[in-house]
């Protein structure tokens, strides 16, 4: 039986019903198999893909080409489930035209069900234009990754009120341009709580808390693949990276030894052409 996909009136039901909504990123065709076999309501093809594929530092030199290989992939790996494009670096941030063509991109080529944005009130006139569109948009406030500089590096947002005060208004600015969905990324889990509470739309959370609609977590920090550094608010459920190592470590030995490959591991000549090869290799003896 075919999993039964997802879609964005769904999500504020379940925010109505108080049940939370599972996310994850994913970035190729198997892990987005795995996810769709788990039972994942949602998938994102987030721009973390240039620190967990390409071993970029930030996320600013994604390209759309780049997000656009990968969401295609995901999409055939997940064909029932509700997937995200994450809008890279200055694919937005120019105007309202390149936002709107940047996100139509997302859809026309790659099958996304929604479009993710950073930033805030600085940003509405683009939310807007892309829902003008007909185009799901998810928003993101908080800490930022595209803006870090600005925010003094990959810190917690929202810590002080008066910080909190502009989390507050960039979340309810973008619920009034019309945003799906709204996603906080390290942010104290008070101020994400009454965020929460206070939205009519889902509101996700990457490290702001168990107070939120659901959680998202970068898939190669949750299996352990991702080694430069763990955030905070990362919880581990594997350690893909020491069972990979140990299974290399494991294969050089074995070559080294010549334990592999063994006699089951080896193609033989159909029975019969034995003879016939001990007379052709004759002629170059």
């Given at each position: ?15 109505r ?18 996810a769709?076999a788990?039972?994942?309501e949602m998938?994102l093809?987030g ?13 600013v ?12 992939a995901v ?6 489930t509700f997937?995200?494009g994450d ?13 709107v ?7 026309k080529e790659?099958?996304?069900?929604a ?7 600085r ?8 829902l003008d569109?007909?185009?799901v ?14 925010l003094g590096?990959?810190?917690a ?9 502009l ?5 309810f600015?973008?619920?009034e ?7 906080l ?7 994400a ?13 990457i490290?702001a ?7 998202l977590?970068?898939?190669s920090d949750?299996i352990g693949?991702?080694q ?6 990362v919880?581990?459920?594997?350690d893909?990276a ?8 494991e294969?050089?030995?074995d070559?080294?030894t010549v ?7 080896c193609?033989?000549m159909?029975?019969g ?12 003896n």
């Amino acid at each position: 039986m075919l999993k039964k996909k997802l879609m964005i009136q769904d999500f504020h039901r379940m925010k109505r019903d108080g049940e939370k909504i599972s996310w994850i990123t994913s970035y190729d065709y198997p892990t987005a198999q795995f996810a769709e076999a788990s039972g994942m309501e949602m998938i994102l093809v987030g721009d973390s893909l240039g620190m967990c594929v390409y071993g970029y530092e930030s996320t600013v030199p994604v390209t759309m080409d780049q997000c656009i290989v990968h969401c295609e992939a995901v999409r055939r790996g997940a064909p029932n489930t509700f997937v995200m494009g994450d809008m890279p670096f200055m694919s937005y941030q120019k105007n309202d035209e390149d936002a709107v063509a940047n996100a139509g991109r997302f859809l026309k080529e790659s099958g996304m069900d929604a479009i993710k944005l950073e930033g805030g009130t600085r940003i509405i006139s683009r939310i807007k234009a892309i829902l003008d569109a007909g185009i799901v948009v998810c928003g993101h406030i908080g800490l930022t990754p595209q803006s870090s500089g600005q925010l003094g590096g990959h810190k917690a947002q929202g810590r002080t009120v008066e910080s909190a005060r502009l989390l507050l208004e960039d979340a309810f600015a973008i619920q009034e341009a019309g945003a799906q969905l709204l996603l906080l990324e390290a942010v104290p889990p008070e101020v994400a709580g009454f965020i929460t509470e206070k939205l009519s739309i889902p509101v996700l959370s990457i490290g702001a808390g168990p107070l939120c609609d659901g959680q998202l977590l970068i898939i190669s920090d949750l299996i352990g693949q991702f080694q430069a550094f763990t955030p905070k608010f990362v919880r581990k459920y594997a350690d893909v990276a020491e069972i990979i190592t140990g299974a290399m470590k494991e294969y050089i030995k074995d070559v080294k030894t010549v334990a592999f490959p063994a006699e089951e591991h080896c193609y033989h000549m159909i029975k019969g052409e034995e003879e016939k090869f001990k007379e052709l290799i004759k002629e170059y003896n």
